[in-house]
């Protein structure tokens, strides 16, 4: 990478071009502009809990049964036993 952390602004440090975009508009440098493509990938945070085997296969059977995977099955199982245990907490 260059010194340079911005070819619009030249700045040479993420807080000057804080300032520079702070005080200018994108439209005033639109033609120094060009076009990208990325990707986003929006997920909510996963964490992982073992089930014992036996468990985990009823569980399995039970969403299946329901046609939703596994992971909404337990989402909603644990989000109403939650609910339950501690009715003050608000959803998310």
Not at 50 to 72: D, M, N, P, Y
Request: hydrophobic share 40%; net charge negative; proline share 2%.
């Amino acid at each position: 990478m260059s010194e340079r952390k911005s070819a619009i602004s030249q700045a040479q440090s993420y807080r000057e071009i804080g300032e520079f975009w702070d005080a200018h508009d994108v439209t005033e440098y639109w033609d120094a502009t060009e076009p990208v493509e990325f990707e986003v990938d929006i997920q909510s945070e996963v964490r992982y809990c073992a089930l014992e085997s036996t468990l985990a296969h009823k569980v399995s059977e039970i969403a299946w049964q329901r046609g939703v995977s596994v992971e909404t099955l337990v989402n909603l199982w644990v989000r109403d036993r939650v609910a339950e245990e501690l009715p003050q907490v608000t959803e998310t």
